[in-house]
């Protein structure tokens, strides 16, 4: 296991340090195939950068970057190995036939190739600047906004590409992230951008704290990093089935689940929450066919895997939407039991979470098509 208990320097391969960062096209959420423009035999090429060569992977976040664009995610690219990364070198070593030690050794430096350069250079855009806003703190305040947005451009940009914020600060020492404007350069991590293959079945790991999706064959897909329930009886081990998949999801806030609350005590009545990044659920709803549980994003992709939640899977939101575009209703998820070990078990769950029967006549949530009466297609509840 790739294991660090500090903030290392951020060091890059002499590859890395050679070829100049190509960069991003405008508004893109993942770097495009990138290639340096150098022509051999021209007046410029005995003077540029050297051309990138595909090799394996040689540390900690280049494995991340790497393993991010063949759809295993060791959550948020912050360049240090630890349980996260080993379980997501442990998946794909599984898919390649390697031993599955969850080390970055040299057979899986071998099989984890980067075809391109891992980091890239982003111009900022002014789209990237717009409906920025503080999210309010109470569930009525944000029931009063037009949508539960990003509240900073850091916290934008790194869910654009993936990465943690402490990370883009690190990689970017001369930004003032308060007083950043357009046109301003940053480099940003540029995984491969990962196909929506269909899913044959989802299997959740309770114990190591992560889901797995694969096809008809049985081939690996995809392993995403996953919260689960504090509480052991909340835990829903067996088999489970996907009722619906929603994208960008509103959500309703019942204050009937929330006894200890002030609030839920004055209000007297159920919020909707707008959609967005910020939004409890996230931007991604996948319920399952059990009352209240599903697969969902999080406002805080950092935490998943560290945090845990009251009942349902919380997934990073861009593992969430990729999952979303992969299911299908009627889609087999099977929870398999274990004890998480102690090391990642944290103190701070979120808080109870409501959000209504997507297609039912009395929701505020999402118009989704209605599923079947043997499999009541359920929103999340405050086992969330």
Known sequence: MIVSTSL???????????????SLPPGSNSAAPLTLPTAPG???????????????????????IALAGLGFS????????GSQTAAAL??????????????????TRRALVLRRPPLATYRIQPEDLLRLAPV?????GKSQ???????????????RFQAHPAWLRRINPGVDWDRIAEAQELVVPAPAIVPARRAALVRIHLGGRYLRVYDSAGELLAHFPCSIARRVEKRPVGELQVVVTVPNPDYTWDPAVFPESPEA???????????GPNNPVGVAWIGLNRAGYGIHGTPKPEEVGRTESHGCFRLANWNADLLRRMAWPGLPVVVEGGTPPASATATNAVPNEVVPTPGAATSSGPSVPSAPSDRPADGPDARD
Do not use: C, M, Y
Request: proline share 8%; no cysteine; glycine share 8%.
């Open 8 to 22: 290392p320097p951020i060091v890059l391969s002499t590859q890395v340090l050679r070829a100049s960062i190509p």
């Open 42 to 64: 021209s007046a410029a090429a005995s003077n540029a950068p050297t051309a990138w060569v595909a090799r394996g992977a040689t540390n900690a976040l280049e494995a991340q």
């Open 74 to 81: 060791a959550g948020s690219i912050d360049g240090i190995g």
């Open 90 to 107: 442990k998946a794909f070593q599984s898919q390649r036939g390697l031993e599955p030690t969850g080390w970055l050794d040299r057979e």
């Open 136 to 140: 309010p703190e109470t569930w009525v």
């Open 145 to 159: 906004v037009a949508g539960l947005e990003h509240e900073t451009l850091l916290e934008r940009l790194a869910e």
């Open 265 to 275: 005590r004055t209000v007297g009545r159920k919020l909707r929450l707008p959609p």
